[in-house]
């Protein structure tokens, strides 16, 4: 059977890492996935990166609208591994950890979290404050993945792409999809 996972795309910076997560499971016929994009991330999409929303909605196998909260996502009954946010804005960690479903991917991830599937957060912000650590804790303790993009030195990036596929490496490693995108430690 097929993995399933859910990518969201929210309007922090560091769009490419949802994007770069969608090019890695897309050359896995093995894996399904689900894109939501919010609507910040049209914006922050447009910005950061030359991709546009339909090529990015290309790399999903299916893509579900921000407001649509009767997508097959939005219920448990779905089955699905588990879902990245990918980045994840302060404003989205916000809405999950508190519960609130005032978009398809809070919805999602509170699917997912009270499924007890795997829910990773590429959250991006800095400095984090005291607010931000608090739902960060919460929602470890509730079994999240917390996994800012920071880079690894030991791997020698020589470009923004390895420090890109470094991180995405790592959160592929979470679901256990089989990655040459991180350098392990101490490969030659």
Do not use: Q
């Not at 499971?25 to 999409?45: G, P, Q, V, Y």
């Not at 984090?128 to 993945?145: E, P, R, V, Y």
């Amino acid at each position: 059977m097929k993995k399933r996972i859910i990518i969201a795309i929210t309007g922090a910076s560091g769009a490419i890492y949802g994007i770069r997560l969608l090019e890695a499971m897309r050359r896995d016929k093995n894996i399904e996935t689900h894109l939501i994009i919010s609507k910040a991330a049209h914006i922050t999409l447009a910005e950061e990166t030359g991709y546009s929303i339909k090529d990015v909605e290309k790399l999903a196998d299916f893509t579900h609208k921000i407001t649509d909260m009767a997508a097959s996502i939005s219920s448990g009954s779905f089955k699905t591994d588990g879902m990245i946010v990918a980045p994840c804005s302060m404003k989205s960690l916000a809405e999950i950890a508190t519960g609130l479903s005032l978009t398809l991917i809070s919805r999602a991830a509170d699917v997912i979290l009270k499924e007890k599937r795997k829910l990773v957060l590429m959250v991006r912000e800095t400095p984090f404050s005291s607010i931000h650590l608090n739902h960060m804790k919460n929602l470890s303790d509730m079994g999240a993945f917390i996994a800012p993009p920071l880079p690894a030195f030991y791997n020698k990036p020589k470009t923004l792409d390895d420090i890109i596929n470094h991180s995405v490496g790592r959160v592929l490693d979470i679901f256990e999809i089989d990655n040459k995108l991180a350098r392990r430690w101490k490969d030659k």
